[in-house]
């Protein structure tokens, strides 16, 4: 049980982590959409981390310590650039977290539903 609560917790820190790095850079760039939408900024958060992954690996180790910090850097960012405009972002924030919450009921469910597949063809072998 402790290790699905850690999963759940890592789940959200680090999406969330990666929606903080996208805003921040698009806010950076000044891109500016019509409207307020976490998945371009999160699309955007990843393409940024995958280009500092390629550039730092040749000069740092990434370790255990190296990644709770860029997790904790991206929470800061998200924290911040929220906060400032909380009243434009609140509904998206209820949104995403409904939409990301539902995508990890149903991960779960289908691994549960594959390991009762899978146990099921290992009993009709023996």
Do not use: D, P, W
């Not at 903080?20 to 891109?31: A, E, N, R, T």
């Not at 924290?79 to 149903?106: A, N």
């Amino acid at each position: 049980m402790y290790n699905f609560l850690v999963f759940i917790t890592y789940y959200f820190l680090i999406l969330t982590s990666i929606v903080g790095y996208g805003l921040y850079s698009l806010k950076l760039l000044k891109i500016k959409f019509h409207f307020v939408n976490f998945g371009y900024a999160g699309l955007f958060g990843i393409y940024i981390l995958i280009v500092y992954s390629y550039f730092s690996n040749l000069f740092i180790a990434h370790t255990e310590i190296h990644n709770l910090i860029i997790l904790f850097i991206g929470l800061i960012l998200f924290i911040y650039l929220v906060k400032q405009k909380y009243s434009l972002y609140k509904s998206e924030i209820i949104f995403s977290f409904i939409v990301l919450f539902y995508y990890f009921v149903l991960y779960c469910n289908l691994k549960i539903t594959m390991i009762f597949h899978i146990i099921i063809f290992l009993i009709r072998i023996i």
